[in-house]
């Protein structure tokens, strides 16, 4: 199932309503930040996990080192916010752990032009509920509005109920009569031999 959400930029109201939306959530310790290098060993950790919630645990092909050569090379396909936590163990001492990502990269519309694809927001199973996707989700649409996109899409399975109705109620609009259309490696690989 398809979502868009469209973003008002003359829409002022709309901005206050997303700024007093994010001023709700308790960050506590957490930080939502822009992801680094070295944070893609505890990402793919999480893609990993949400293959399992997905139920497609096997289907994970990609590795630390893609992630950091894709997303962090001279050209990067994708931008990554992470929520790290962290915890004080004693005066100097602090742990840090990335306990969700929001990743995204730029697409084109023929009817919109430059808009933002929202591939994958997870939050790590023991933390969901604390309003860290929230947090997260939050990110991704202030960094849409303030490049001046007019849409960001992304798609959701139709039996995650509750994020379809966490979106619906931040303004997203589904796309029920649309379909999601992969072509897989075999596939295209099939296809381009029968050429």
């Known amino acids: 199932m398809a979502i868009q959400i469209k973003i008002q930029r003359d829409n002022t109201h709309n901005i206050e309503n997303l700024k007093t939306y994010l001023s709700r ?9 822009k992801a680094i290098k070295s ?7 999480l893609i990993k996990e949400l293959a399992i919630f997905e139920n497609e645990p096997d289907a994970v092909e990609i ?14 396909l994708f931008t990554c916010f992470v929520a790290d ?9 602090v742990s840090s752990e990335i306990v969700g990502v929001a990743l995204v990269y730029f697409r084109f519309s023929t009817w919109k032009g ?9 939050v790590k199973e023991s933390e969901r509920g604390k ?6 989700y939050g990110q991704v649409m202030q960094y849409a509005h303030d490049r001046g996109l007019k849409r960001v899409a992304w798609d959701v399975l139709d039996w995650n109920q509750g994020a379809i109705k966490f979106y619906e109620r931040s303004g997203a609009k ?18 381009i031999e029968r050429k």
């Open 85 to 93: 936590v962290s915890e004080s163990l004693s005066d100097q001492n």
């Open 63 to 76: 590795t630390k080192e893609v992630l950091e050569q894709e997303g962090f090379g001279e050209n990067p």
């Open 25 to 33: 959530i308790n960050y506590n310790s957490m930080q939502i930040r």
């Open 114 to 122: 430059r808009m933002l694809h929202l591939e994958d927001l997870i």
């Open 174 to 191: 589904l796309m029920k009569d649309w379909k999601v259309v992969h072509m897989n490696e075999e596939g295209l690989k099939n296809y």
């Open 131 to 136: 309003g860290i996707g929230e947090a997260l």
């Open 39 to 45: 944070d893609m060993p505890q990402v793919l950790e």
